[in-house]
T-cell receptor, first 113, second 111 residues
Framework: DTAVSQTPKYLVTQMGNDKSIKCEQN?????MYWYKQDSKKFLKIMFS???????INETVPNRFSPKSPDKAHLNLHINSLELGDSAVYFC????????????FGPGTRLTVL | GEDVEQSLFLSVREGDSSVINCTYT??????LYWYKQEPGAGLQLLTY?????DMKQDQRLTVLLNKKDKHLSLRIADTQTGDSAIYFC???????????FGKGTTLSVSS
């Protein structure tokens, strides 16, 4: 009965590879997000989707492309991975509209070698 | 631009109260949150407060908001070793927008 789930939990890969991280929420929320947490634990928004439409797209390299096949899923695809992409990536969701709060997934720790 | 500041470390003894402070710059911040992150884990929503409130209490947690000074605090009563974690203050202007996080305060509880 996990609310926001992410797969995989750990991802270790070589520089230059392409990888995807999946996120699913079963809360019936309309809005989903991707955040990046760097090695100093600093959290920053990357993307946000509302009902499958992109609403926030921060200054993120074009190598990162979010995809939302339906409002319960928001996947993150990363092309040509670089060492600096190593981080923990968190997916979150919120109800959207009115007063809502964001619930986070367990995170995916990406290590690029 | 928007900025959220927190002190980086706090060390307390078990049974004492902990107070974690946060300041923010955006006067249009409408929602303010506290999240807890245990080692190797995700972010757990602890509590939140809306800008039209001054205080919110939830069991051992008390949130105080001073809008004039743009200051938010989280008080944990009777702190336990299980409270050891990183605590993040976050704000956003309206629901459905990105959270702006502070750098997190590492709370260390000794027995």
């Amino acid at each position: 009965d996990t609310a926001v789930s992410q797969t995989p939990k750990y991802l270790v890969t070589q520089m230059g590879n392409d990888k995807s991280i999946k996120c699913e929420q079963n809360l019936g929320h309309d809005t989903m997000y991707w955040y990046k947490q760097d090695s100093k634990k600093f959290l920053k928004i990357m993307f946000s989707y509302n009902n499958k439409e992109l609403i926030i797209n921060e200054t993120v390299p074009n190598r990162f492309s979010p995809k939302s096949p339906d409002k319960a899923h928001l996947n993150l695809h990363i092309n040509s991975l670089e060492l600096g992409d190593s981080a923990v990536y968190f997916c979150a969701s919120s109800l959207g509209g009115g007063r809502d709060t964001q619930y986070f997934g367990p995170g995916t720790r990406l290590t690029v070698l | 631009g928007e900025d959220v500041e927190q002190s980086l470390f706090l060390s307390v003894r078990e049974g004492d109260s902990s107070v974690i402070n946060c300041t923010y710059t955006d006067s249009s911040s409408t929602y303010l949150y506290w999240y807890k992150q245990e080692p190797g884990a995700g972010l757990q929503l602890l509590t939140y407060i809306f800008s039209n409130m001054d205080m919110k209490q939830d069991q051992r947690l008390t949130v105080l908001l001073n809008k004039k000074d743009k200051h938010l605090s989280l008080r944990i009563a009777d702190t336990q070793t299980g409270d050891s974690a990183i605590y993040f203050c976050a704000e956003n202007q309206q629901a459905g927008t990105a959270l702006i996080f502070g750098k997190g305060t590492t709370l260390s509880v000794s027995s």
